[in-house]
């Protein structure tokens, strides 16, 4: 996220941490926004669907290329940590699919895949989603 940048410039680490910390959300099985989005109740603008996978656009791109891949069920895959042997296909699917929006995206030159998972790792929607980011530089560590 790159609002610890931002913030880093003017507080110290401790309340960039903290910041980052409220940007997560609580683990939690409820339903999500995501349920909205799969059944059209909320727009997105989606530029992938099949039977198990919907890919849609970041509401906050955070590059020029910035999709959401999710299962259309989420079957207890709140985060990437509650995986189990049954979400095997999806999971599969999900990374396939990120490369074919990829090509489908023109991003030749290459992408990021994210998987935020759980508070650390500063996910604030609980249904597995898969980021797919590109159409600039990326930098290496992630913030
Ligand atoms: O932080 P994590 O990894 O959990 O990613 C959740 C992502 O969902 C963030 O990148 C948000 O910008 C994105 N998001 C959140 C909402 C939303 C969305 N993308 C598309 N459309 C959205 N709607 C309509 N509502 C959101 N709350």
Redesign the pocket.
Same mark, same amino acid.
């Given at each position: 996220h790159h609002r610890v940048a931002i913030l880093s410039s003017h507080i110290s680490p401790v309340m960039a941490s903290e910041k980052e910390a409220a940007l997560a959300a609580t683990p939690s099985d409820s339903p999500t926004?995501f349920d909205k #989005?799969i059944s059209k109740e909320?727009p /997105?603008t989606v530029v992938y669907e099949d039977d198990k996978v919907l890919a849609?656009r970041? #509401?906050?791109p955070q590059g020029p290329v910035h999709i959401?891949l999710i299962p259309k069920v989420r079957d207890g895959l709140t985060g990437l940590s509650k995986a189990e042997e049954r979400h095997i296909d999806v999971l599969g699917r999900l990374l396939y699919t990120a490369k074919l929006v990829a090509k489908q995206e023109g991003l030749d030159e290459g992408f990021r895949i994210v998987i935020?998972d759980g508070p650390q790792g500063?996910? /604030?929607?609980y249904h597995l989603?898969v980021?797919l980011i590109g159409g600039r530089q990326m930098n290496w560590p992630p913030g």
């Open positions: 926004i #989005i909320i /997105s849609f970041d #509401i906050t959401l935020n500063c996910q /604030s929607v989603h980021h």
